[in-house]
């Protein structure tokens, strides 16, 4: 059974760090990525890691920073300098976007 279980998410304030983790069982893939999804948008890929090459959004760069654990077969994403406008529902994906392998969704709210 695969299962993509995500944590991490919070309210923080503007300019403070997060976080996240996707711990995956039953799955491996060598394509990790976080998307993002704020009500009326589509998924918005943030950060995506395939086969060790790293690529970013640019909203997020210089600020976020995808990285994995292949032992513990975990995906990470470390966000700092937040801001308001990175308010959402995060989500890990293993496989790339067109796969079913999705974490539960994490929300991450930046706000004063």
């Known amino acids: 059974q695969v299962q993509l279980v995500e944590s991490g998410g919070g309210l923080v304030q503007p300019g403070e760090s997060l976080r996240l983790s996707c711990a995956a069982s039953g799955v491996s893939s060598t394509s990790m990525g976080w998307y993002r999804q704020t009500p009326g948008k589509q998924h918005e890929l943030v950060a995506g890691i395939i086969n060790g090459l790293t690529n970013y959004a640019d909203s997020v760069k210089g600020r976020f920073t995808i990285s994995k654990d292949n032992a513990k077969n975990t995906v990470y994403l470390q966000m700092n300098s937040l801001k308001p406008e990175d308010t959402a529902v995060y989500y890990c994906?293993?496989?790339?976007?067109?796969?079913?392998?999705w974490g539960q969704g994490t929300q991450v709210t930046v706000s004063s």
């Open positions: 994906n293993f496989g790339g976007p067109s796969s079913p392998y």
